[in-house]
């Protein structure tokens, strides 16, 4: 799916759909490894719910945007952080979005709390995918500029020319209201989650876990390659 097949609306969770022959070619392409993990979550999803439909398997699946927040194991959320920090480049390049596209992310904490509510409520949202995401749709700059508030760091040296470090979801923000009705979750403020991120990662310690976390996970992909 493209934010340009929306026509401006959010992405629902019907909207998610195999991609015809010479597009797939095309966002291999674009980006491998983002189409192979996404096509395999997707492939992943109609299997549980053939399964589901034929012998009532329960499963319920939580699609999430870029998480942010404590054990985040992409670390894209603290180069960012770093760069603000010590006055570098922060990279804000979309590659194929302008500086007005809008992007969904979550918080760690609010996927966590997702997932207890979906096994508290059981049955009710079986045989179904669920979007999670914050309420509001920043641009990434709007997110660079928040991450920045937060730190008390002013001016931000921003490199529009440098790709971003994250947003690895780049269709467009996604709803969130399936989720929100059928689990009773609520997530997080933008600017309440970004205060949260930027604390935990002025720890040091939280660093190393995250550093450590992040090298496992590159060290996984590329025994899958």
């Given at each position: ?68 927040g404590p054990y985040d ?16 480049p922060v990279g804000v ?133």
């Open positions: 799916i493209n934010a340009e097949y929306m026509g401006g609306r959010k992405v629902l969770e019907e909207d998610a759909i195999r991609p015809a022959a010479s597009e797939r070619r095309q966002l291999r392409r674009h980006n491998r490894h983002q189409y192979s993990y996404g096509s395999r979550k997707l492939k992943c999803e109609a299997a549980l719910l053939a399964a589901h439909r034929a012998t009532g398997f329960p499963f319920t699946a939580l699609r999430l945007p870029d998480v942010i194991n992409l670390g894209s959320h603290l180069k960012v952080q770093r760069a603000i920090q010590s006055q570098r390049k979309l590659t194929d979005c302008s500086q007005s596209h809008t992007i969904s992310l979550v918080y760690a904490a609010d996927v966590a709390s997702a997932i207890t509510s979906a096994v508290s409520v059981g049955a009710a949202v079986y045989g179904t995918s669920l979007n999670l995401s914050c309420d509001e749709t920043p641009t990434y700059l709007d997110y660079v500029h928040a991450v920045a508030k937060a730190m008390g760091v002013s001016p931000v040296n921003l490199d529009p020319a440098r790709e971003a470090d994250m947003v690895t979801v780049d269709i467009g923000p996604v709803d969130n209201q399936r989720a929100k009705t059928l689990l009773g979750w609520q997530p997080t403020p933008l600017t309440e989650m970004v205060a949260g991120v930027v604390e935990w990662y002025s720890h040091p310690a939280n660093i190393g876990y995250t550093e450590r976390l992040c090298e496992s996970s590159e060290s996984s992909d590329s025994s899958e390659d």
